[in-house]
T-cell receptor
Framework: GQNIDQPTEMTATEGAIVQINCTYQ??????LFWYQQHAGEAPTFLSY??LDGLEEKGRFSSFLSRSKGYSYLLLKELQMKDSASYLC??????????WGAGTKLIIKP | GAVVSQHPSWVICKSGTSVKIECRSL??????MFWYRQFPKQSLMLMAT?????????EQGVEKDKFLINHASLTLSTLTVTSAHPEDSSFYIC??????????????FGAGSRLTVL
């Protein structure tokens, strides 16, 4: 079966760095996405990785290793507004998006 | 950038009534639209995929006669929850992809519609 694993919840301190991991087992691979979702709102796109390596976009970076079925989202200089759920999603060989359950990130002052 | 407008944002209805949710792509042609449902503290659950001009493809376990999806144009898809019951109360989110997008691989989400059935 297809499976996306990410931690349920993480806590970090304002100004610090946090890494949210995502491991996947899917039928084929056509890209991995990270979305941010604030409570009561729809997800917003953060990053897309299809090749191995690190993609940096401001305070957020995303890493992919296809051979390991592994990705992480790195958030630097954490701000209180970064408190949200972070969803990892993989597009499989049928171009279907398989969603992880999301990681709730709690930022403390 | 690509914008998807979804409304209503909130809807409260009585059990047994039908509710229609609209999803519009404002600045691109949405060849494919996806409808998701999300229960509290859970991830997105894909309900159906609709391509413009053809019947929607429903995920296993989703009743197509209860959740009617229409994608009659390249900019509009609707989800109608028929004979709604309290267990249908959820957060419904549409997303779209299509032509004219700079990031063609990316899904653009509507803001979501929170349905409460009394």
């Amino acid at each position: 079966g297809q499976n996306i694993d990410q931690p349920t919840e993480m806590t970090a301190t304002e100004g610090a760095i946090v890494q949210i991991n995502c491991t996947y087992q899917t039928s084929g691979f056509n890209g991995l996405f990270w979305y941010q979702q604030h409570a009561g709102e729809a997800p917003t796109f953060l990053s897309y990785n299809v090749l191995d390596g690190l993609e940096e976009k401001g305070r957020f970076s995303s890493f992919l290793s296809r051979s390991k079925g592994y990705s992480y989202l790195l958030l630097k200089e954490l701000q209180m507004k970064d408190s949200a759920s972070y969803l990892c999603a993989v597009r499989d060989s049928n171009y279907q998006l398989i969603w992880g359950a999301g990681t709730k990130l709690i930022i403390k002052p | 950038g690509a914008v998807v407008s979804q409304h209503p944002s909130w809807v409260i209805c009585k059990s047994g009534t039908s509710v229609k949710i609209e999803c519009r792509s404002l600045d691109f042609q949405a060849t494919t639209m996806f409808w998701y449902r999300q229960f509290p503290k859970q991830s997105l659950m894909l309900m159906a995929t609709s391509n413009e001009g053809s019947k929607a493809t429903y995920e296993q376990g989703v009743e197509k006669d209860k959740f009617l999806i229409n994608h009659a144009s390249l900019t509009l898809s609707t989800l109608t929850v028929t004979s709604a019951h309290p267990e249908d109360s959820s957060f419904y989110i549409c997303s779209a992809t299509g032509t004219g997008l700079s990031g063609a691989n990316v899904l653009t989400f509507g803001a979501g519609s929170r349905l409460t059935v009394l």
